[in-house]
């Protein structure tokens, strides 16, 4: 299947062919190569796979296009857990969550995104979507602090559910929507990230 692939390194002639964009880029780098679009973006569809805030201006993916590009947030998608690449590696069966407010899109890229091993669950919370997948990092740290020192099942339960509630006040005080906290794309993402050997926490 490598054949299908067109790979290059100039943004702009990519941007320009394509009519849907992944940003899988590192928040830490995202703005720099992100500000190196020049050509005509209005009628993309972008779709976020970056877990964090852009430090230089402080903003989610999703709203940094919409603010700062004009892309309207129909056209804007997002790609969360609870899943961890190691094991869809491995083809054991995982679940992503794609977040975005039209219905039509959600449908064909969802699909797109589906294997015999992978499911997609929908979401229309676009920007609590990309909240909790940066604030469970945060969690998960505290998670893998806490496995480093020691304790056990008893105390990372009591991280996790604090955790979550947390996350609850925090997201509801950014977007207040009706959310279920308890769905995947909240509280799957950050048992996953919190509990997994996979996780990076384990070894920061």
């Avoid at 997002?78 to 899109?105: D, W």
């Avoid at 604030?135 to 602090?145: D, E, R, S």
């Avoid at 604090?162 to 794309?185: G, H, L, Q």
Wanted: glycine residues 6%; positive net charge; aromatic residues 10%.
């Amino acid at each position: 299947k490598t054949n299908r692939l067109n790979i290059g390194c100039d943004i702009n002639k990519i941007v320009a062919e394509v009519d849907v964009i992944i940003v899988a880029i590192p928040s830490n780098y995202a703005f720099k190569e992100i500000n190196k679009i020049n050509t005509n973006i209005s009628e993309k569809i972008f779709i976020s796979a970056v877990k964090g805030v852009l430090p230089e201006s402080m903003k989610v993916l999703g709203t940094f296009f919409h603010e700062n590009f004009k892309i309207p947030y129909a056209q804007i998608g997002v790609i969360a857990g609870p899943c961890h690449a190691e094991e869809i590696a491995m083809e054991k069966l995982s679940y992503l969550t794609f977040a975005c407010s039209n219905v039509t899109y959600s449908k064909v890229i969802s699909k797109w995104l589906k294997c015999k091993y992978v499911r997609v669950t929908i979401s229309d919370d676009i920007t609590g979507t990309e909240f909790a997948a940066m604030l469970k990092n945060c969690y998960a740290i505290a998670a893998g602090i806490a496995h480093g020192l020691g304790y056990g099942d008893n105390f990372m339960s009591i991280l996790m559910s604090n955790s979550i509630r947390e996350m609850k006040k925090f997201i509801d005080s950014v977007t207040k929507v009706n959310r279920n906290i308890n769905n995947s794309e909240y509280l799957g993402d950050l048992l996953v990230s919190g509990h997994s050997s996979f996780s990076r926490n384990r070894r920061l």
